[in-house]
């Protein structure tokens, strides 16, 4: 028997740390372009649930710069290790949403890109530049950019 991949579908939107089981913003159908067929209705945030999810971002933005670096990257890298865990459902949706043949690889790559970027999170210093043959220094520091919003292109 085959297996009901469109079970790993969810209708409802993660904003902060509660789940919304009905959201205002109403429900799309998707087709899934490989076969044809309508997969399982998607919840769709209205304009208030994006922003009360921004608004949970930048609060949790505030606690996160205050972490230390070390704590931060432990957590990326929990993040790679349960995206790898989780694989086989981030496969199924990435393959439901995009028609691509099923891998359990879907989690792959991104579970590559949070260990890179553990890596990075206590190497990251500013620069001192010598702006020669000014007088005085100039220097970067780093600061985190915070909470943005993203269409990402499958292709």
Do not use: H
């Not at 490989?34 to 945030?45: I, L, R």
């Not at 949706?93 to 691509?100: K, P, Q």
């Not at 359990?104 to 590559?112: H, I, N, S, V």
């Amino acid at each position: 028997m085959t297996e009901d991949r469109t079970a790993y579908l969810e209708n409802r939107l993660l904003i902060g740390d509660r789940w919304v089981e009905k959201s205002r913003g109403g429900v799309l159908e998707q087709i899934n372009p490989a076969t044809g067929k309508v997969n399982k209705p998607f919840a769709v945030a209205s304009v208030d649930e994006v922003d009360e999810a921004v608004a949970a971002a930048r609060a949790a933005f505030v606690e996160w710069r205050r972490w230390a670096p070390d704590a931060r990257r432990e957590v990326l890298l929990r993040v790679a290790d349960l995206l790898v865990a989780n694989g086989k459902e981030i496969g199924t949706v990435s393959s439901l949403e995009g028609g691509a043949p099923f891998s359990d690889l879907g989690a792959y790559y991104p579970a590559m890109w949070f260990r890179y970027y553990a890596g990075w999170a206590d190497k990251i210093t500013g620069e001192s530049i010598n702006p020669y043959p000014f007088t005085g220094i100039d220097f970067t520091v780093p600061e985190p950019v915070g909470v943005v919003g993203l269409f990402v292109a499958s292709n």
